[in-house]
């Protein structure tokens, strides 16, 4: 246990390290290319992406992390789901090339129709990937996996950037795309030092299979739920509005890419190894304390700061993606929360129950945003957190009970930070209101102190917040050890 630990930190020391570089990479090319596109350029790429996103979930199958789980898999098992996989990936392909076409007609943008053929072909080169993704993190190769994104990133958004310069309109973010899907098979392929053979009969992936299919079942219906507000927006109120809401969804995303989602990659395999229930609930409970206090913390303060940081990062012509980012960061404290959950139920295969639980929350979130459509974009994203919130609440309640863990010290964990950070928030608002109008930078040099000071008094006065913080460092410290 105590190497597992150990393996644990190192792993989350590489990942967090490389999501932090992953992060200033995006930001500064987001910076860069708000700049050189428009929010149309944008919005033309997301109308596509919204749709045919979903074929990414169908080309992984959830086999990668059926491999990621299973305590006991053979060379020729891994090889046998890297040729599923591969063959998912070419029919999935294919679907999308042609769906190109009713894709355009549903928008009616004829030129939507290159664009998804032209993005057919990320979803063979991830399904490709899957398996070489998931060898490298079963085999706690986390630096690897960390060099292997970070340089695929930095590699493709440059190639969009000089794009973009020479007028290469959403073409840039096309090839931003497909680039960065094929430098992350080759790097991938590489840190995992795997290579599969040909298939066999005799080594069966049935129950691989299985474990996928609910694994994947959950996947589509979050999917469905989380890109279903820009289908809505695109199609009721056209590509101007959804090109300003995609920009405040990507501000929103950036936290969770670059920090909760990666977190799966160390979490999913250690919690797997685990088998003492009492050491699985500890382990689960310090990683919704370190979820809460860290990401949960961004989310707070980037909505204190939603206007100067849009201002900054996009430029003053995007002001209308304010009030939208800042609606979306709340939603994404409950979103943080919930990854936790999914680490759960991945780590004990309880994929079924998980899917029966994702249905019917991610059903009234979809509800929701279908309801806050005569809004605009801002009932979109109203609708969208207030699902984010039902769907964190049915999971502590009902699922984790179920999942055999006990939802107090879990609630526990997150509920000093949420409180400490809603009262920071709260009396950081009426210097954000005094401040509103000033330049971006002068709001951040107000802002930021006020923030600082509450946490400060909070930390000096509440003994249970300096046993938490300890906790954090404490893991932060064994990380860089």
């Known amino acids: 246990m105590t190497s597992l630990a150990g393996a644990a930190a190192r792993g989350a020391a590489h990942t967090l390290l490389a999501q932090f570089l992953r992060f200033a990479i995006q930001f500064g090319a987001l910076m860069i290319l708000a700049r050189l596109l428009t929010p149309a350029d944008y919005g033309t790429v997301a109308l596509v992406t919204a749709i045919t996103g979903l074929a990414l ?46 894709i355009s007609w549903f928008y009616g943008r004829p030129e939507l129709v290159q664009v998804a053929q032209a993005l057919s072909v990320v979803f063979l080169l991830y399904a490709v990937t899957a398996q070489f993704r998931a060898e490298a993190s079963k085999a706690l190769r986390f630096k690897a996996m960390a060099i292997a994104d970070v340089s695929a990133q930095l590699l493709s958004f440059a190639a969009a950037i000089v794009a973009a310069i020479f007028g290469a309109t959403y073409w840039a973010l096309v090839l931003q795309q497909v680039l960065s899907a094929f430098l992350l098979l080759i790097f991938l392929w590489v840190a995992s030092r795997w290579t599969p053979t040909w298939p066999s009969r005799k080594a069966s992936i049935r129950s691989f299979i299985s474990f996928g299919v609910n694994n994947l079942g959950v996947q589509l219906v979050t999917y469905a739920s989380n890109n279903i507000d820009s289908v809505l927006i695109g199609r009721f109120w056209g590509v101007e509005q959804l090109g300003l809401y995609s920009r405040a969804y990507q501000l929103y995303r950036l936290p969770l890419q670059q920090l909760a989602a990666p977190m799966t990659r160390v979490a ?17 409970r310090q990683a919704q304390l370190l979820q809460t206090y860290v990401i949960g913390g961004v989310f707070f303060a980037a909505t204190a700061l939603c206007s100067p940081l849009v201002e900054i990062v996009l430029g003053p012509e995007w002001d209308e993606t304010k009030s939208l980012f800042a609606i979306l960061a709340i939603g994404g404290v409950f979103q943080t929360l ?27 979130m979809i509800a929701l945003m279908f309801a ?42 997150a509920a000093r930070p949420v409180a400490l950070y809603t009262v920071m928030l709260l009396i950081t608002a009426p210097v954000i209101w005094l401040t509103w109008d000033l330049a971006p930078w002068w709001q951040v040099l107000a802002i930021l102190p006020t923030m600082s000071a509450v946490l400060l008094v909070a930390y000096l006065t509440v003994p249970a917040i300096r046993v938490d913080v300890a906790d954090v460092l404490r893991m932060a410290k064994r990380g860089r050890r």
Not at 76 to 87: A, D, E
């Open 268 to 284: 999913f395999p250690v919690l797997s190894k685990i088998e003492d229930d009492a050491t699985f609930q500890r382990y689960v």
């Open 338 to 364: 919930g990854y936790v959950y999914y680490w759960v139920f991945l780590s004990k295969a309880l994929t079924g129950m998980q899917l029966r639980y994702t249905l019917l929350s991610r059903s009234l």
């Open 372 to 413: 806050g459509v005569p809004w605009g974009a801002i009932g979109v994203a109203i609708g969208m957190t207030i699902g984010l919130l039902l769907n964190w609440a049915i999971l502590t309640f009902r699922a984790m009970p179920r999942a055999g863990l006990a939802p107090r010290p879990m609630v526990v964990a």
């Open 57 to 102: 979930l169908l080309a992984d199958f959830g086999l990668s992390s059926a491999a990621i789980q299973a305590r006991e898999i053979t060379h020729h098992q891994k090889s046998n789901l890297f040729w599923l996989n591969t063959v998912v990936g070419v029919l999935v392909s294919i679907v999308v090339f042609f769906a190109a076409y009713p």
